[in-house]
């Protein structure tokens, strides 16, 4: 009797122990679905990759053949920017090349599920804007792996930039960037137009579409 009643409670105490571990691992796998939503939500902090940068020349441009690039209405480049300058003077470099464009800057990264989510969003006004002439300039930094980066241009169309990390950190801490995706518009003048620098989060092609038509329409 005593040893029926020990196997007896060894095997309830199996149970518990059972009914332990699979509770816990459906805690964790609840607060892993509870950070993505969270993410998803809120956006993506930036990221800080300790790697060293790979450079070129500033002028140069690094054209992806329409073999290579999704059917639209405007191809995608790489272009270049010195990485021996600072965030500030990478920044300015970049805006000189929209010089007389109505320019629409997006800062992103591959790894940033809201970053992607608001891509496929604009898309929906992106080819009318550009066929009006404005100009979708998108900007990453290391921490997006250049191979998955170069990639992912297959469905993004526009002017494409992958800063270093000490640049995108400089640029990120200059204009207050608390996470991306943030943006902002520059008008023919080159003057900024319309920002969300600070708040973050894609703003709705309402917005979108609203600012970048009133700068279109400036004489």
């Given at each position: 009797?005593?040893?029926?009643?020990?196997?007896?409670?060894?095997?309830?105490?199996?149970?518990?122990?059972?009914?332990?571990?699979?509770?816990?691992?459906?805690?964790?796998?609840?607060?892993?679905?509870?950070?993505?939503?969270?993410?998803?939500?809120?956006?993506?902090?930036?990221?800080?990759?300790?790697?060293?940068?790979?450079?070129?020349?500033?002028?140069?441009?690094?054209?992806?053949?329409?073999?290579?690039?999704?059917?639209?209405?405007?191809?995608?480049?790489?272009?270049?920017?010195?990485?021996?300058?600072?965030?500030?003077?990478?920044?300015?470099?970049?805006?000189?090349?929209?010089?007389?464009?109505?320019?629409?800057?997006?800062?992103?990264?591959?790894?940033?599920?809201?970053?992607?989510?608001?891509?496929?969003?604009v898309d929906q006004i992106k080819p009318e804007l550009q066929k009006q002439g404005a100009v979708f300039v998108y900007i990453t930094g290391e921490t997006s792996p250049e191979e998955e980066w170069?990639?992912?241009?297959?469905?993004?169309?526009?002017?494409?930039?992958?800063?270093?990390?000490?640049?995108?950190?400089?640029?990120?801490?200059?204009?207050?960037?608390?996470?991306?995706?943030?943006?902002?518009?520059?008008?023919?003048?080159?003057k900024m137009v319309f920002s969300n620098l600070t708040e973050g989060g894609y703003p709705g092609n309402d917005v979108v579409k609203k600012v970048i038509t009133q700068a279109l329409n400036q004489?």
């Amino acid at each position: 009797m005593c040893l029926k009643t020990t196997i007896f409670a060894q095997l309830i105490m199996r149970l518990q122990a059972q009914n332990h571990i699979a509770s816990s691992i459906m805690n964790k796998k609840l607060l892993l679905l509870s950070v993505l939503l969270l993410t998803a939500v809120v956006g993506c902090k930036n990221k800080s990759n300790n790697s060293t940068s790979q450079g070129s020349n500033s002028d140069s441009t690094e054209q992806v053949s329409s073999d290579e690039v999704a059917e639209g209405t405007s191809q995608a480049q790489i272009r270049q920017v010195d990485p021996a300058l600072s965030g500030s003077d990478a920044l300015e470099a970049i805006k000189k090349n929209y010089k007389g464009k109505v320019a629409f800057f997006d800062f992103w990264a591959t790894w940033c599920p809201p970053c992607r989510a608001a891509m496929r969003e604009v898309d929906q006004i992106k080819p009318e804007l550009q066929k009006q002439g404005a100009v979708f300039v998108y900007i990453t930094g290391e921490t997006s792996p250049e191979e998955e980066w170069k990639n992912s241009l297959t469905e993004i169309h526009g002017d494409h930039y992958r800063l270093t990390d000490k640049q995108w950190q400089e640029i990120s801490n200059d204009l207050h960037i608390p996470g991306i995706p943030v943006y902002f518009l520059l008008d023919r003048k080159g003057k900024m137009v319309f920002s969300n620098l600070t708040e973050g989060g894609y703003p709705g092609n309402d917005v979108v579409k609203k600012v970048i038509t009133q700068a279109l329409n400036q004489k």
